[in-house]
């Protein structure tokens, strides 16, 4: 792609959304494989676990406000993603406050902890063989976390800027950078909506250039193909 100047947003979009998800979905399912017999140990069904999962980013380090939640889970069955919610409560994951906002307890922060350790590990058994590709991302998916804010919406403002801990690898806070991403919108609800295409699309193109990188090493595991 040698004009970027002449791609549209909701071209750009079409492009590098699909290559996040790709990535974001590979740690993801390794992870799980990884955090599952710890997290079970809670005794919380998976369902409601999936929702500390899915907020992490944002829960490790903030409350999530009743907006965020909504918009978030906005195309859930609204009275399903409630119960689970008191089931996290019940079993003292989070705390609600009166104004709908949920916040994690210490038992939620360990629950946490042990998520993003499992995460770190998927990382970093799929990417550190590129840590070159993964450095120069990594700056460029920081770069982007901050300059979605402005356009972000509720959901993305609830997951980012994502928990970052002290002394996480390069390949953990990639992971976490490309997976807020996903939450961006438009005003109005579209999603993946990044209004200067220039920009962006050099994005687009060195994260396909570090996709194609990330993909080459024989143990990488892609769940979407089998």
Known sequence: MDDLTAVTPDRCAALVAPQIERLTLAVVHASIGRAGPRVMAYGVPLDALDIVGQ???GLAARPVSAAGLAAVYRYRDADEARRNLSILAAAKII???GDGAIGATGTGRELLAVMYGAG???AAELWSA?????????ELAGRL???AAATGGDAYAALAPPYEPPGASAELLL???LAVLRYHRL???RAHGWHDPRPRCRAGARTHRGRDQLGRRPTVRDPQRR
């Open 55 to 57: 907020l992490r980013t």
């Open 95 to 97: 705390e609600e406050a």
């Open 120 to 122: 770190a590990e998927a």
């Open 130 to 138: 590129h840590r070159e590709t993964v450095t120069e991302l990594n």
């Open 145 to 147: 976390v901050v300059a």
């Open 175 to 177: 992971h976490h950078r």
């Open 187 to 189: 005003a109005g609800g």
